[in-house]
């Protein structure tokens, strides 16, 4: 929650652009793009964009394209933070995202943060992913990808990964089994390990 608000809702292709903007901006000619959930779009875009840039991609939770009933979930969420605040949409939201999870430090850091969101801005970030869609980016994607799943993932099912996965060539597709929805921020050692593999295996200084 600590980046400027947007006046306006943003798709992934408009947080892509910003990836490049900042990319250009500090001179960074490669990188390896990592992103989860709605992240993991915005990664994808980029990489589809600008395959110079992207040297190895890694989609964790990745959402293939946002369609009912999740999109009406979504679209009611926002709603309802909006005219509520966030307390309006904890624990329900949170909660989904870390089913099967610890409720520990973890989580209750996770939750503070959430609750600590701008309401209104949290509101129009959703409503930029309700017609999310990076079906057609991924025949432009060419560099080796990681794709990760969670199989308690409820928000972003592992079909989404599995149908990300038959649709880009050479793709790699693990499962976390007992992953939830935050794979990195949730088991980070593991998910850090699995993807210094994946770089090395892939032939990238890990």
């Known amino acids: 929650g600590g980046s400027p608000a947007s006046d306006v809702p943003l798709s992934p292709q408009d947080h892509a652009q910003d990836l490049v903007a900042f990319c250009d901006r500090h001179g960074l000619e490669s990188v390896i793009a990592i992103g989860c959930a709605v992240g993991a779009m915005m990664v994808a875009a980029l990489a589809a964009r600008r395959p110079d840039l992207v040297e190895a991609l890694v989609l964790s939770n990745p959402g293939h ?6 999109r009406s979930a979504l679209a009611a969420r926002a709603s309802a933070a909006r005219g509520g605040g966030m307390t309006a949409i904890i624990p329900a939201a949170t909660d989904a995202a870390f089913l099967g999870q610890p409720d520990d ?3 209750a850091a996770y939750v503070a ?10 509101a129009r970030q959703i409503e930029g992913m ?6 057609g980016d991924l025949d432009a994607i060419t560099c080796p990808t990681l794709i990760i799943a969670g199989g308690m993932d409820r928000l972003l099912p592992a079909q989404h990964a599995e ?6 060539a050479g793709s790699t597709l693990v499962r976390f089994e007992d ?3 935050f794979i990195p921020y949730q088991q980070p050692a593991r998910f850090a390990h699995t993807v ?10 890990a």
């Open 179 to 181: 992953g939830a929805h």
């Open 163 to 168: 149908a990300i996965h038959a649709g880009l």
């Open 196 to 205: 210094m593999d994946f770089l090395g295996e892939s032939g990238h200084r």
């Open 113 to 122: 943060r959430f609750a600590a969101q701008n309401p209104a801005a949290y």
């Open 130 to 135: 309700l017609d999310a869609d990076i079906s």
């Open 105 to 107: 430090e973890r989580k």
């Open 65 to 70: 394209r946002i369609v009912d009933p999740g």
